[in-house]
């Protein structure tokens, strides 16, 4: 059993064009009781708690690659075709850093342009292969290669600690 899913991206070569995301970690905001949403799997997106937070860069660097014009979808739909969808790719210091998922025209940062850590970049989306609101987080080699996302995947440290299964990270500390 896999505890991370990302991680079957090292073990099955039919998705090593994915690689990257293998130590990924995907954020979703909870209430008070452990909920991610007002109802079960809601088809309106605002009823998602992290929708449409805002997403500030982790780390200062420049934006490598972004994009921005791809539709939120309903849950469960998703776009295999455009799987990070809105994104975007920083790159810091020996890593890249991949913020996606992001909501369809809020991302506030182009190619080429320096970014502070802190600074918003975007908002928390549903577009691409993702089944509800989230943001998928993963650091990776940089690459400028068009399949920037079979690059060699980095581990994640946040606040100086590697995340681990059900962890939770409190913003108001």
């Given at each position: 059993?896999?505890?991370?899913?990302?991680?079957?991206?090292?073990?099955?070569?039919?998705?090593?064009?994915?690689?990257?995301?293998?130590?990924?970690?995907?954020?979703?905001?909870?209430?008070?009781?452990?909920?991610?949403?007002?109802?079960?799997?809601?088809?309106?997106?605002?009823?998602?708690y992290?929708?449409?937070?805002?997403?500030?860069?982790p780390?200062?660097?420049?934006?490598?690659?972004?994009?921005?014009?791809?539709?939120?979808l309903?849950?469960?739909d998703?776009?295999?075709?455009?799987?990070?969808?809105?994104y975007?790719?920083?790159?810091?210091?020996?890593?890249?850093?991949?913020?996606?998922?992001?909501?369809?025209?809020?991302?506030?940062v182009?190619?080429?342009?320096?970014?502070?850590?802190?600074?918003?970049?975007?908002?928390?989306?549903?577009?691409?292969?993702?089944?509800?609101?989230?943001?998928?987080?993963?650091?990776?080699?940089?690459?400028?290669?068009?399949a920037?996302?079979?690059?060699?995947?980095?581990?994640?440290r946040?606040?100086?600690q590697?995340?681990?299964?059900?962890?939770r990270?409190?913003?108001?500390?």
């Amino acid at each position: 059993i896999l505890i991370n899913p990302h991680m079957k991206t090292l073990e099955q070569e039919s998705l090593s064009a994915y690689r990257a995301q293998s130590f990924a970690v995907d954020i979703v905001r909870l209430d008070r009781f452990g909920r991610r949403a007002d109802g079960w799997w809601p088809a309106d997106l605002t009823r998602y708690y992290v929708f449409g937070e805002p997403v500030y860069a982790p780390c200062s660097g420049v934006a490598a690659r972004t994009e921005d014009r791809l539709p939120d979808l309903t849950p469960p739909d998703h776009d295999r075709q455009h799987p990070a969808a809105n994104y975007v790719l920083l790159e810091c210091a020996e890593a890249a850093v991949l913020l996606a998922h992001l909501m369809q025209s809020s991302v506030a940062v182009r190619p080429g342009q320096r970014v502070q850590e802190g600074e918003r970049i975007g908002r928390v989306g549903n577009s691409g292969l993702s089944m509800e609101p989230h943001l998928h987080l993963h650091a990776q080699q940089p690459s400028n290669a068009d399949a920037f996302l079979a690059a060699a995947p980095l581990p994640l440290r946040i606040d100086g600690q590697t995340p681990v299964r059900n962890r939770r990270f409190n913003s108001q500390q």
